[in-house]
């Protein structure tokens, strides 16, 4: 495995061109080559063209085809690597029971109002260990790898204390160095008020700034920090106390805001110059016309309000107003136990108004500007990372078309082919 790989003749290579977030019509040029190819040398993507162009670079460059490994992706579509922006992946335990006691007609608010939800998840990973947490980690990566993921965000906020907290981001943190796909960790220690500051949010935010920040930033265990600014849990005021000071620190900074009640949460992404605002069922018109204004990503997450059967995020009317839209999982224990890229594209394109074309550029380029990374990850350009994907069919077209299935074929990271389905699956182990 040197990062050194050829593919060609794929029927179409969709490189999703471009270095920022996309917005309105932009989302929809997908900058396909038929007939397409692709070099990535030393991991990192060396050549873009036909196959014909390729073919001719070849054959005068000094080096040896021999260093090579080969894909010929006849009658397949090429993708960029899919960036998954938005994850809560580990966790201890599991909520299989409050999901039937949703089924049967609880709302997510009302379970964790009686102590369950977010805090249950929390006495679950406070108990298990840390290589408990790794191994249920590795299983669930190598899913999302099977999915085409090849970049993931992974947030802490399942401790709510620092130890636990801490316990997490090394989790993640180790993760990112022993697993292909990377991984982008984000501190949420404000995701619920715990039971020991019960009615105190404020002296909550205080331990948070001053007692559990220092050491994550310390040992550079998060790039970003993230709050669940939501009626109930934490206000508009004390969210914009808990990120400035965050950003004080060094952190970059995104947003849970306005998921269940119109708070004004996207208002506050945007007057902070946030990354990105993530769920936004119920943002505002006025939140996102400031949120496209001042260029923050609307990170929608389609898969969590088909689990709790609440209505979607106005994905055409956000797009139409000239927001960056990127599209994520969401994949936690409690509100969308899903890593399926497949059901994020059915939902997005059967049920939010978002085409084909906008739900591929959300999933690679402007989920990579979710994370601050466009100018490495999201398309297939010349120096970016060689992270792509092959379809077994010979279109983009077929991935929402084959409703909820899996479209992947391969999976090359770093130019190396990781995932191969036609040689059952995962490549490395
Ligand atoms: O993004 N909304 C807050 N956090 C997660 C759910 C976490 C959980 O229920 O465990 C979300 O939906
Ligand atoms: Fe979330």
Redesign the pocket.
């Known amino acids: 495995m040197n990062g050194n790989i050829i593919i060609k003749n794929a029927s179409e290579l969709v490189t999703c061109s471009g270095f920022a977030a996309k917005k309105g019509q932009e989302m929809s040029e997908l900058h396909i080559i038929p007939d397409g190819a692709v070099v990535v040398k030393e991991g990192m993507i060396e050549a873009v063209g036909t196959t014909k162009e390729i073919e001719a670079k070849l054959a005068k460059a000094e080096s040896d085809p021999a260093d090579f490994d080969f894909i010929d992706a006849q009658n397949k579509a090429v993708l960029p690597g899919f960036v998954d922006s938005h994850t809560?992946f580990i966790f201890g335990g599991y909520r299989a029971e409050e999901f039937s006691w949703r089924l049967r007609g609880d709302s997510y608010m009302d379970i964790m109002k009686r102590g369950g939800?977010?805090a249950n998840?929390v006495q679950a990973t406070r108990a298990a260990s840390a290589n408990e947490l790794l191994q249920a980690g590795i299983k669930r990566l190598d899913s999302m790898l099977s999915f085409g993921v090849t970049t993931v965000e992974g947030k802490s906020g399942y401790g709510l204390d620092k130890d636990t907290e801490i316990k997490q981001l090394d989790v993640i943190n180790h993760l990112g160095g022993i697993h292909y796909i990377d991984i982008v960790p984000t501190f949420l220690g404000a995701?619920a008020v715990p039971e020991k500051f019960k009615d105190r949010g404020d002296d909550f935010i205080d331990y948070m700034i001053k007692e559990v920040m220092p050491p994550v930033v310390e040992r550079k265990l998060a790039e970003y920090c993230d709050v669940?600014c939501e009626k109930n849990v934490f206000s508009v005021s004390q969210s914009r106390r808990l990120l400035t000071g965050a950003r004080e620190l060094g952190f970059k900074i995104k947003l849970?805001a306005d998921?269940i009640v119109q708070l004004g949460g996207a208002e506050l992404a945007a007057e902070l110059n946030a990354t990105s605002a993530d769920?936004l069922l119920q943002a505002s018109d006025e939140g996102i016309r400031q949120m496209a204004q001042a260029d923050v990503v609307a990170t929608l997450l389609p898969g969590?309000a088909f689990s709790l059967k609440e209505p979607y995020a106005r994905g055409r009317y956000i797009i139409d107003s000239n927001c960056a839209v990127a599209l994520a999982t969401?994949f936690?224990?409690?509100?969308?136990f899903t890593e399926s890229i497949p059901l994020i594209f059915a939902l997005a394109t059967l049920y939010m108004d978002i085409t084909t074309e906008e739900a591929v550029s959300a999933l690679t380029i402007n989920a990579a500007a979710a994370l601050d990374r466009a100018d490495t990850i999201g398309s297939i350009d010349v120096a970016k990372q060689g992270d792509l994907v092959v379809l077994e069919y010979p279109s983009y077209k077929f991935i929402p078309y084959h409703v909820g299935v899996n479209t992947v074929d391969k999976v090359v990271k770093n130019g190396n082919l990781v995932f191969d389905k036609e040689k059952g699956g995962m490549t490395y182990c």
């Open positions: 809560h939800g977010i998840t995701h669940f849970h998921e769920h969590t969401d936690n224990p409690g509100s969308c």
